[in-house]
């Protein structure tokens, strides 16, 4: 068994010290011993070291609050939910901590650097209703992102390719020819100086980092964006340079009681950059 997690887990996790610690345990709680023989088909679980985490800075605003959910305001490098290096620098771990709700759960998911509204169930109970919403496509997301000014670029404009995104890879990429499995509809939503200008994002699909690769496709990449058009090398806890991306709002019918809903975000752009103490 000594040789078998060797093989199988990475650096840096130190398997021979954590099995002399018998921090390696079988499914009925009995540690791993060095010298155990080979168990086929056997679960081996482990808690895994975590770095200390920077504290986020920012604040979860709390938009909504009932029964059922919790629609919060969240700011920029926060991820959505703890996985990675961000565990406890999570909106669920930091307001299942602050609300008193263990079951606290998000419906959807906006990407570490985007800010906005995002929804949260209370109580598993509640998941499988919401989230056959999004599923289903039945909410109305509206994004505002910052991003240069183009007098040539004629809008509103639909954008309708192919998105692909490769797991293990940063960038995701637009196949030319495919079938299209990703739309948004751009509009100018305002102009910033005399260089910059604020659009509205309208997305008809739920691609991954669609409306990033959707702006750079017609000359505009996002202000802040550490991926496009090309990946930016930066420490995970610089929080100076947020990507201009917000979900503004989202709407749709409750599937519960019937009744319309709508949460906007009160967050603007230009998003300003922080410094962690």
């Known amino acids: 068994m000594a040789a078998w997690l060797c093989d199988r887990l990475p650096h840096p996790v130190e398997v021979e010290q954590m099995l002399a610690a018998g921090r390696f345990v079988y499914g009925d709680g009995h540690p791993v011993l060095p010298d155990d023989g080979y ?4 679960f081996v679980w482990f808690h895994r070291d975590l770095r200390d985490e920077v504290e986020v800075p920012g604040e979860v605003t709390v938009l909504h609050r009932d029964e059922r959910l919790v629609v919060v305001d969240k700011p920029p490098f926060l991820s959505t939910i703890p996985r990675g290096q961000h565990v406890l620098q999570s909106v669920v771990a930091r307001m299942r901590r602050e609300l008193g709700l263990p079951e606290l ?15 949260l169930a209370t109580e598993r109970r509640w998941r499988g209703p919401y989230q056959t919403l999004f599923e289903h496509r039945k909410v109305e ?5 910052l991003a240069p000014w183009h007098e040539d670029l004629e809008l509103p404009a639909t954008v309708r390719n192919h998105v692909r995104k490769t797991r293990g890879e940063f960038q995701a990429e637009v196949v030319p020819g495919a079938p299209v499995n990703a739309e948004t509809l751009v509009e100018l939503h305002s102009r910033v100086g005399d260089d910059l200008a604020v659009y509205r994002l309208t997305p008809r699909t ?39 991306l917000l979900a503004s709002e989202l709407a749709f019918t409750d599937p519960v009681d019937g009744l319309p ?4 975000s009160a967050r603007s752009l230009p998003l300003a950059g922080a ?3």
């Open 105 to 119: 759960s998000s419906l959807h998911r906006l990407d570490r650097v985007t800010s906005g509204v995002l929804m």
């Open 261 to 264: 809903r709508r949460f906007v």
């Open 141 to 145: 997301k509206g994004y505002l992102a």
């Open 275 to 277: 410094t962690a103490e």
């Open 39 to 42: 168990r086929p088909h056997t």
């Open 206 to 244: 739920g691609r991954t980092h669609q409306l990033r690769l959707h702006l750079l496709g017609l000359g505009i990449p996002i202000e802040g964006d550490p991926l496009y058009p090309v990946v930016r090398e930066t420490s995970v806890d610089d929080f100076s340079r947020p990507l201009q």
